[in-house]
């Protein structure tokens, strides 16, 4: 038996909304944005490695532009870093992947969540990226450039079409 109604009279599917038929094929412009999602997350784990192989120049760096002295346990700031940058990525990859997944199934408060946290993060990087090694502000601006380009696939007009049939 189908969750869709037999007859026009008929309450909606189990869980609201229009069934999957009549929503129709997911756009290409969706498609597009959940593709792009992964693509920072790969890029995201990429930057993260470089980041870990290069992490005694920053954290030097860091301390040397904060105008810390020499008795700072460098040990100790460096744990802290591996610590924040592991629980960092390990937060970002999941919650991405959970949007990528409610954004591909058609859900309209997954595409609101991703652009609200895409707008934070463009604005906080924008600021940050003058403290970082080239080639970490060369990724960022890749990520930035991909993110800024998710968000526009997800709010064209088949796209809104699509979650808004929803």
Do not use: C
């Amino acid at each position: 038996m189908t969750d869709y109604p037999q007859y026009p009279t008929d309450p909606p599917a189990q869980g609201g909304g229009a069934p999957a038929a009549a929503r129709g094929p997911r756009p290409a412009t969706i498609d597009m944005a959940v593709k792009l999602i992964w693509a920072n997350v790969a890029l995201s784990l990429i930057t993260t490695m470089i980041t870990f192989i290069m992490l005694d120049s920053i954290v030097d760096q860091a301390l040397e532009d904060a105008g810390v002295n020499s008795s700072v346990d460098t040990d100790t700031v460096r744990s802290g870093a591996i610590v924040g940058a592991v629980i960092g990525i390990v937060i970002s990859v999941a919650i991405a992947a959970l949007l990528a997944h409610f954004i591909g199934k058609g859900a309209s408060w997954a595409r609101i969540v991703y652009t609200v946290l895409a707008v934070i993060g463009i604005l906080l990087s924008v600021f940050g990226l003058g403290s970082t090694p080239v080639l970490l502000m060369l990724l960022s601006l890749v990520s930035l450039v991909i993110t800024a380009a998710a968000v526009f696939f997800l709010w064209k007009p088949e796209s809104s079409a699509y979650f808004s049939a929803r």
